[in-house]
């Protein structure tokens, strides 16, 4: 089903509840570039045996709101770019959502400048290797929970909460920066507030991790 929509940039509704996707194992960008589009209807979606959802969503600037309860992501490795330039995105719960075979989840929600709140206490990133960007330029985001993310094998968190001016807010546990290779600009843009809390909170945290 990859880019199955792709550039539908007219759609405003979809209706899919009657969709078989049973034996489907890739939705690479199947909305993405649906710019218009507000409501779609993937409630009775079966994802059991995707393994690609990079760019699902992307750019679809005009979602405010989306309704995953019912996805089975237990075997999704690429989750890489799924809401990036969601725009208007204001909420999303993600609490279903099992990431433990997630490798990359980069960019996952960079741009989407209307999310205010995140909670992804729940994803397992014990495989995750590149967080890159995930947030970056989340310029709403005030609060986000990390809590029981364990990032000891993460190599790469480069411009993780870049632009995020507005955060103030990160709850940590197990976020471990000891394997990192790359955290240039992972906190460039963010108050100086927050730069002193995450300064107070690693003593080895890098100096490249605030500049661009």
């Known amino acids: 089903m990859s880019w199955m929509f792709f550039g539908c940039s007219s759609l405003k509704e979809i209706n899919l509840s009657n969709f078989n996707t049973n034996n489907v194992n890739n939705m690479y ?8 589009l507000k409501d779609v209807n993937l409630s009775n979606f079966i994802t059991d045996n995707v393994t690609n959802m990079n760019g ?3 750019k679809c600037s005009s979602i405010n709101e989306i309704h995953l309860s019912n996805f089975n992501t237990n075997n999704v490795n690429d989750m890489s770019y799924m809401f990036s330039f969601c725009l208007s995105l204001k909420e999303i719960n993600l609490s279903n959502f099992n990431t433990i075979n ?4 980069h960019e996952m929600f960079s741009f989407c400048f209307s999310l205010k709140e995140i909670d992804i206490s729940n ?3 014990n495989n995750v290797k590149d967080m890159s960007g995930i947030f970056c330029y989340c310029s709403s985001l ?3 929970n990390l809590f029981n993310n364990n990032t000891y094998n993460i190599i790469n968190m480069k411009g993780m909460f870049l632009r995020c001016s507005s955060l103030n807010k990160i709850k940590f546990s197990n976020f471990n920066v000891n394997n990192l290779n790359n955290m240039t600009g992972m906190f460039y843009g963010c108050s100086k507030e927050l730069k002193t809390k995450i300064k107070s909170l690693f003593n080895n945290i890098k100096e490249e991790a605030f500049e661009s």
Not at 29 to 36: A, D, E, M, Q
Not at 102 to 105: E, M, Q, S
Request: glycine share 4%; proline share 0%; aromatic share 24%.
């Open 142 to 144: 005030e609060e986000i």
């Open 123 to 125: 994803f397992n990133t």
């Open 102 to 105: 997630a490798n990359d989840i």
């Open 29 to 36: 960008g199947i909305f993405s570039y649906c710019s218009s």
């Open 56 to 58: 699902m969503f992307y």
